[in-house]
């Protein structure tokens, strides 16, 4: 018991930063934008622990599932931190653009970020890194379908109309990702799945390396870390607001740290996969990240905005419209071939950097 105490090190700090936060909220409020700032960051620092070890023990139960279900299960798990920040974030922050933003940002993050520098660092190692192309076709048409009808077509619905076409989405972004689970973990999981026969001894020794205690006691951690995350996001969003209020920072900037907490473990996971010429692994996760981010975020928001009668803004500006566009089309060459290379990876790096050079200039 001790040592599994000890493992989980990086998700019990959590406990006590918590509790710290509960007791002092008030008095670094009335310290002024300083301490909140600071405290904004210390909890910053502290969900991202919290969520490593989320990822971790989604990586346990993805080894011991095995393909596509692993890279599933750590998708599902960053999506769920992230949807958790968001709701608790909502309830309390003034951009109408929160949401719409944080998934514009996972999306450049989980394709541009993930994908661009695994394949960049990969690609300088392994040269050309072959996957299952019908995964990155797959993929690419359905962000751009959920992104289309979510993010984009509803600036062109008049605003008395708002609630009939949220319920459509709704239902529409659910019908999509019951037919794409159903063909992930049905007759088409072979889309999603790579063999690699001369390193399939080392990924089974690899695989039983990471099965550590009982499924049920990492289902027990991961639900555990959400609740832990969810509170601690609660207090986040109060010091951030506070402490960011006048200063005149682009209101991007909170979208992309939620985005980027819950990307986090995930970037870690793909560019080891990315270095160990498993680049199979990248792909379902940069591109099946921002799939799940873009299908299951829509309908809990859309779902909200609903209830409480207050829509929020989900239509993308025209430069987010121009940098998905840019990034889909760029990304459909790119996996349409089975293989990656470092070439790849920078177009795709680039574009990163100019999605944080437009963030931070206030686009």
């Avoid at 310290?31 to 904004?40: N, R, S, V």
């Avoid at 109408?96 to 661009?116: C, E, F, K, Q, W």
């Avoid at 992104?147 to 077509?153: D, H, N, W």
């Avoid at 991007?252 to 870690?268: D, F, Y």
Wanted: hydrophobic share 55%; aromatic share 8%.
């Amino acid at each position: 018991m001790l040592k599994f105490l000890r493992g989980e090190t990086l998700l019990l700090q959590a406990v006590p930063v918590a509790l710290l936060a509960y007791l002092f909220e008030h008095a670094i409020m009335e310290a002024g934008q300083a301490f909140a700032l600071l405290a904004a960051a210390v909890l910053i620092v502290s969900i991202a622990c919290a969520s490593m070890r989320v990822a971790h023990h989604a990586e346990i139960l993805a080894a011991k599932a095995g393909e596509p279900y692993g890279t599933m299960i750590l998708t599902l798990s960053a999506v769920v931190v992230e949807v958790l920040i968001l709701v608790v974030m909502m309830q309390q922050s003034q951009q109408p653009t929160l949401v719409r933003d944080t998934i514009y940002s996972a999306v450049m993050l989980d394709i541009n970020g993930i994908l661009g520098l695994a394949a960049l660092l990969g690609g300088l190692k392994h040269g050309e890194q072959p996957y299952n192309d019908d995964s990155g076709r797959t993929y690419a048409v359905m962000i751009l379908t959920a992104m289309g009808i979510s993010m984009i077509v509803p600036d062109f619905v008049p605003q008395e109309s708002w609630h009939y076409y949220s319920a459509f989405t709704i239902i529409a972004m659910l019908a999509l990702y019951a037919v794409f689970l159903k063909m992930q973990v049905g007759q088409h999981s072979y889309f999603f799945s790579y063999r690699y026969p001369k390193m399939r001894a080392g990924a089974e020794k690899s695989a039983e390396e990471e099965e550590h205690g009982p499924t049920a006691l990492s289902v027990g951690v991961i639900l555990a870390g959400v609740a832990l995350i969810g509170l601690l996001a609660e207090f986040m969003s109060a010091f951030l607001s506070d402490g960011l209020e006048g200063t005149g920072a682009p209101l991007a900037l909170t979208a992309i740290l939620v985005a980027s907490i819950a990307a986090g473990p995930e970037i870690l996971t793909a560019l080891r996969a990315a270095l160990k010429n498993r680049m199979q692994a990248v792909v379902n996760i940069a591109l099946g990240a921002s799939l799940s981010t873009v299908i299951l975020t829509v309908p809990v928001v859309e779902a909200i905005a609903l209830f409480t009668g207050q829509p929020f803004t989900m239509a993308m500006t025209p430069v987010q419209i121009t940098m998905v566009a840019i990034t889909l089309v760029a990304a459909a060459i790119n996996v349409s071939d089975g293989e990656t290379n470092a070439i790849e990876g920078m177009t795709h790096f680039v574009l990163f950097a100019t999605f944080i050079m437009l963030s931070f200039l206030g686009l």
